[in-house]
């Protein structure tokens, strides 16, 4: 019923710039929070930052200062600015939503397939 399709990643040296991309479709009659996870292999996925549809954010510590996340109502958008990269930022990114299902009335979380981001020392 809803997709998420992610899209940027890919490979950065250390101090680097790197943008993501997640667009949300099917039959979405609204969406909550859309958010940004990471996970490394054998690791629990791990929230990096969120985005109310008010535009609240929540930045993971590790993060603050480095990346931003913004997004658009009207295209069911949501954006990831990646600043200041670190090797310690190489992950599997996955964007993830809470959707409320037009004909429903409890919203959802639907997730990206991710996209690899790697950093290079």
């Known amino acids: 019923q809803v997709q998420l399709v992610e899209s940027g990643g890919g490979l950065v040296q250390a101090g680097g710039s790197l943008g993501l991309s997640c667009a949300a479709s099917?039959?979405?009659?609204?969406?909550?929070?859309m958010c940004w996870y990471r996970q490394a292999p054998g690791k629990q996925r791990e929230l990096v930052v969120g985005?109310?549809?008010?535009?609240?954010?929540n930045n993971a510590d590790s993060v603050k200062g480095r990346f931003a996340i913004s997004r658009d109502n009207r295209k069911n958008v949501v954006h990831l600015q990646m600043n200041s990269l670190k090797p310690e930022d190489t992950d599997v990114y996955y964007c993830?939503?809470?959707?409320?299902?037009?004909?429903?009335?409890?919203?959802?979380?639907?997730w990206g397939q991710g996209t690899q981001v790697t950093v290079s020392s």
């Open positions: 993830a939503a809470e959707v409320l299902v037009r004909g429903t009335f409890h919203a959802t979380t639907y």
């Open positions: 985005i109310t549809s008010s535009g609240t954010t």
């Open positions: 099917g039959s979405i009659f609204s969406i909550n929070t």
